[in-house]
């Protein structure tokens, strides 16, 4: 399918900016903090927005708590944001949980989780872990219910929602209602994945790109079949909370998301995939400007609500 027509100017703005396989990580986190697709959203006001630390398995863990009005105890999501596991911030994804937070009702937990190549593997997803770990123990203090939690993330942040959802089941809970992964990285780069040939580049992020982002991620290749790092090579998969995958055309990451949607169905895990055509890997964040970006929105806002309801 054609590139939506919606897209097509943007995506000729993004293909201007360089790549960030090119540039160094400092230089990568500037320019990803300056573009940012989710800026063109409105900041829209919650009931309660607050920033604290928390104790991480590497120190003082910094988390950004968003409160839907209204009277408690809320569901509950804990966000992990996109980052090629290298960038990007509470900052860069705060208007995207505020979105959230007062879409699905729920209380939102925001992880600013530690990064590479300064914190490789497994530091990130044993703070996601920790920071899921915590947030059930505080449910109260929260004005949530430990009862509805949801992991939520997008790209790298899918990666991490996945592995914790594996720590989660491993390691004896917190219990959770649901998993939802926004155009996730679900394996390390491998031969087989056609999107990473046809999506390779021209779209944003490309196939050098990922490979770039995994080389600052792991501290030798062979990481690479843990489950922890790449979700999709976990020998057993049952047991894990519901699933929903939001995949896109035209993004190199496609073929891994739906390939990972596929191996949790056939594990037993309730599992909804959904492609959204004619777009590229960061559409979900550009609701201001994209309908396919409001419509995938509204998918994930009923899938949160059912799963609340659970």
Known sequence: MPVDPQLKPILEQL???PRFETLSVQQARALAAQ???????????????????IPGPGGDLPVRIYTPGGDGPFPLMMYF??????????????RG????????????????????????????????????KWAAAHAAELNADAAHIVLAGDSAGGNMVAVTALMARDRGGPPLCGQLMIVPVT?????????????????????????????????????????YASPARARDLRG???ALIITAELDVLRDE???YGKLLAQAGVPTQVTRYEGVHHGF??????????KAAMAEVTAWLKQRFKS
């Open 257 to 259: 998301g739906e390939h």
């Open 240 to 242: 894990l909370p519901p």
């Open 187 to 227: 394996d390390y780069p491998k031969p087989g994945y056609p999107s990473y040939v046809e999506n390779g580049q021209g779209y944003g992020l490309t196939a050098a790109g990922m490979r770039w982002y995994w080389s600052h991620y792991l501290n030798d290749e062979a990481e690479a079949d843990n489950p």
């Open 97 to 132: 949980c505020r979105n959230f937070c007062n879409a699905a009702r729920c209380v939102v937990v925001s992880v600013d989780y530690r990064l590479a190549p300064e914190h490789k593997f497994p530091a990130g997803p044993e703070d996601c872990y920790a920071a899921t």
């Open 284 to 293: 979900f964040g550009m609701q201001a400007v994209l309908d396919k970006s």
């Open 15 to 17: 293909l201007k900016l």
């Open 81 to 94: 944001h996109g980052s090629g596991f290298v960038m990007c911030s509470l900052d860069t994804h705060d």
């Open 35 to 53: 573009y940012n697709p989710t800026d063109k959203l409105p900041v829209v006001p919650v009931a309660s927005v607050v920033n604290r630390v």
